[in-house]
């Protein structure tokens, strides 16, 4: 089970941190991810980690400017962002899948919260 938190309201430029708890799904067998879904445009990948190590995967789109990181005393992930942007608007969820790739797909994912909507204002 997955529960994601910490989205909401914030001006260009600011900034936010999502989290992600969850329960039976870490270990280093497990990657956990973060995608995001816009109004009328698919779900779309965000970044993705290992649990507790340093492996980590981006997008583009999001590369400098967002940190994913996992606490596994908390069994949570994170995804710290910064410069946030008015196209950056949109449902945010996490998602876990078994293995070791982290795939940009997000049918890879086979468990899903239940997001956490992030709105950025001009």
């Known amino acids: 089970q997955l529960q994601a938190s910490g989205g909401g309201l914030v001006q260009v430029g600011g900034s936010l941190r999502l989290s992600c708890a969850t329960s039976?799904?870490?270990?280093?067998?497990?990657?956990m991810g973060w995608f995001r879904q816009a109004p009328g445009a698919e779900r779309e990948f965000i970044s993705a980690i290992t649990w507790g190590s340093d492996s980590t995967r981006y997008a583009d789109s999001v590369k400098g400017r967002f940190t994913i990181s996992s606490d596994n005393a908390k069994n949570t992930i994170y995804l710290q962002m910064n410069s946030l942007k008015a196209e950056d608007t949109a449902i945010y969820y996490c998602?876990?899948?078994?293995?070791?790739?982290?795939?940009?797909?997000?049918?890879?994912?086979?468990?899903w919260g239940q997001g956490t909507q992030v709105t950025v204002s001009s």
């Open positions: 039976g799904r870490t270990g280093s067998d497990y990657v």
């Open positions: 998602a876990a899948r078994r293995g070791r790739i982290h795939y940009i797909d997000s049918r890879k994912y086979d468990s």
